[in-house]
């Protein structure tokens, strides 16, 4: 692996979990759009973190929300994950046909405003998503285990990453993340994680719990 790079990019491939889908967990996305989205609309300027982006399905999810919530365009999205051959994926945009109708499913329950069709050009058994969704997001490599801050953000997803983190690594992570977050920016958080057991869960309330959402508390 020191001597050969592309085998250590074969070996991360197995070792990163690279599962997941557009709009997953479609009330976790209406949830975002109903209550946290009008929050988002009193900044003049945004920026969001996605991280441990994978194939890039949930940065392409949060800027179409973002786009059909007339916020794209004063929006910059950070997605970031350790694989690079994932964010070589991610940053093209391309995604197989056959998954499309999932994904618009997921879309539309999620409490969207257009059709998905909107977004993207299907052409020889692949869908390509538009330009104007890739030109505001910025792909790059960074660890959770090991890279610091990199910019101040309104809102931080990183959803199903946590739970194959043990706890001091959840703990490291979880406070990049308030470091990372302005004045009562919010998280989201997987579905079957929480951050009820982090030595951080005093940085942070609850903002629309069943969806795991939560604000960067106020310092007292």
């Not at 990019?9 to 976790?28: A, I, W």
């Not at 794209?72 to 350790?82: E, K, N």
């Not at 998280?187 to 057991?197: A, D, M, Q």
């Amino acid at each position: 692996m020191l001597r050969e790079p592309e085998l250590f990019r074969t070996l991360l491939d197995h070792l990163t979990v690279q599962v997941s889908e557009m709009f997953r967990d479609p009330s976790y996305f209406r949830a975002v759009r109903e209550q946290v989205v009008p929050l988002l609309r009193t900044y003049p300027s945004l920026k969001l973190w996605v991280a441990g982006c994978s194939a890039g399905e949930e940065a392409y999810s949060l800027a179409i929300l973002l786009c059909e919530e007339g916020l794209l365009q004063r929006s910059l999205l950070y997605a970031t994950d350790i694989n690079p051959r994932m964010l070589e994926s991610a940053e093209a945009g391309i995604y197989p046909i056959d998954r499309i109708a999932g994904f618009t499913v997921n879309h539309r329950e999620s409490g969207a405003k257009s059709s998905l069709s909107d977004y993207y050009t299907a052409a020889y058994g692949r869908a390509i998503f538009d330009k104007s969704l890739r030109e505001r997001i910025v792909f790059s490599d960074h660890s959770l285990a090991t890279d610091s801050v990199f910019a101040e953000v309104q809102f931080v997803s990183c959803r199903n990453v946590l739970i194959y983190f043990d706890r001091a690594l959840q703990d490291r992570a979880v406070g990049l993340f308030r470091d990372s977050l302005c004045r009562q920016g919010f998280l989201g958080l997987g579905s079957k994680e929480s951050l009820r057991f982090s030595g951080r869960s005093s940085a942070f309330v609850s903002f629309v719990g069943q969806e795991k959402i939560y604000q960067k508390a106020v310092p007292t």
